[in-house]
C-alpha cells in the first residue's frame, strides 16, 4: 500500500519561510516524478513546482520562481519544498504526488498515481 504523507505546514508572517516535506513509502520512490501542489480556499489545485525521477532540475511556475527551492533525498524517500519570502498568497493546502505517469503535464494533479492529504501554509499580512 502506498503512502504518501506531507509535513512541515504552519502559520508564518509574510517574508517568513517554511520547509515542507513529503514521505512516501510502498513504492520505489526514486523511480517516480513527483509535485508539489497547493489547493487554496475556492481556487482548482494549482501544481507549483515538479521535479523528475531521472532529471533532478525542478520546474517551478512563475509565481514562486525564485522563492521556493524543490529538493529530494531519495535515500530519505523524501521530497523537500523550501519556502522562502512568503506572500499572503501562497496561502492553501500544499500536498504532493507521486507516480508521474509517462508522457503526461507534470503539474496536473491527474498525472500522478498517488497523493497525500496536504498540510496547510498560512502567511499573514
Known amino acids: 500500500q502506498v503512502q504518501v504523507a506531507e509535513s512541515g505546514g504552519g502559520l508564518v508572517q509574510a517574508g517568513g519561510s517554511l520547509t515542507l516535506s513529503c514521505t512516501v513509502s510502498g513504492l520505489r520512490f526514486g523511480d517516480h516524478g513527483m509535485v508539489w501542489f497547493r489547493q487554496s480556499p475556492g481556487k482548482e489545485p494549482e501544481g507549483v513546482s515538479c521535479?523528475?525521477?531521472?532529471?533532478?532540475?525542478?520546474y517551478y511556475i512563475e509565481a514562486v520562481k525564485g522563492r521556493f527551492t524543490t529538493s529530494r533525498d531519495n535515500a530519505k524517500r523524501t521530497l523537500y519544498l523550501q519556502l522562502n519570502n512568503l506572500k499572503p498568497e501562497d496561502t492553501g493546502t500544499y500536498f504532493c504526488?507521486?507516480?508521474?505517469?509517462?508522457?503526461?503535464?507534470?503539474?496536473?494533479?491527474?498525472?500522478?498515481?498517488?497523493w497525500g492529504q496536504g498540510t496547510q501554509v498560512t502567511v499573514s499580512s
Open positions: 504526488a507521486t507516480g508521474l505517469r509517462m508522457g503526461t503535464s507534470c503539474t496536473k494533479l491527474d498525472s500522478y498515481t498517488h
Open positions: 521535479i523528475g525521477a531521472a532529471d533532478m532540475t525542478p
